[in-house]
């Protein structure tokens, strides 16, 4: 899996809240309505700064707080391709993953927003293209890999199993 996109960078401990507010995840469960949302109280404009493709970059602990699917969704649904992070908060990684959005644990130190990424998520490996530079980051895991190629866990079993879903 090769990602390619233009990076967003914001900080260390972004919760939730700050992923996709309250004031809207509880309102409606269009995923593509919430997409417009996403950071808004962080950047009112992001939404409209996205390429399909772009990557979500930030520091430490990325996705504490509440454990709704809401936020990794909201994310996969403006059109990111990724989020990078030096690390998550575990239910939101967990979460991510099961809902089919990449993400990767690196040293986000060095990358600035509007840096060119290009990211082959089976190898752990980003290429920072804008600086020449290449991070590494631990593979994701083989089973991972399908899970996010499937477009995540429920699609997953519906593909490998003989579990039936009404999704």
Do not use: W
Not at 27 to 49: C, G, R
Not at 66 to 89: D, G, H, M, Y
């Amino acid at each position: 899996m090769l990602l390619r996109g233009k990076a967003h960078k914001f900080g260390d401990d972004i919760n939730t809240d700050y992923i996709i507010s309250g004031k809207y995840k509880f309102k409606t469960l269009d995923m593509n309505e919430l997409a417009k949302h996403v950071m808004e109280d962080l950047d009112p404009h992001f939404y409209s700064k996205i390429t399909p493709g772009d990557i979500l970059e930030a520091g430490k602990n990325f996705g504490c707080g509440s454990s709704r699917e809401q936020a990794p969704l909201a994310i996969k649904f403006s059109k990111i391709s990724c989020v990078l992070a030096s690390s998550f908060a575990r239910i939101f990684y967990r979460n991510a993953i099961n809902t089919g959005l990449p993400v990767i644990e690196c040293d986000t130190t060095g990358i600035e927003s509007g840096d060119e990424l290009k990211i082959e998520l089976e190898k752990g490996v980003v290429i920072n293209i804008t600086k020449n530079e290449t991070i590494i980051a631990q593979p994701l895991p083989s089973f991972m890999i399908k899970i996010l190629n499937d477009g995540g866990v429920v699609k997953h079993f519906q593909r490998y199993s003989d579990l039936k879903f009404n999704v």
